[in-house]
């Protein structure tokens, strides 16, 4: 989520721009909280993921398929990227 992202979202919900000499005052914040939102629904987003990893490696075993195995590897993949994204 960008700065831009954050300020236009604001703008659409009314909390900038009805009192333009004010604006200023609230766009750090809403940075801020912009940023703090977006961390928490990837790290939800990330634990969704490693579940799935989880459950897959509980039902996988030499004999059975090996879509288990893949599908484990994959989310913990997924879980890992969605990390990232807040790295960059």
Known sequence: MTRD??????????????RPHLDGIY???LQEFGAMVASAEREACAKVSEKIEET???SWDAQCDPLDQGSAI???HCAAAIRARGEG
């Open 56 to 58: 897959c490696w509980e």
């Open 74 to 76: 994959g989310a913990a």
């Open 27 to 29: 766009e750090e914040a």
């Open 5 to 18: 992202d954050i300020i236009r979202m604001a703008q659409e919900c009314q909390l900038i721009g009805m």
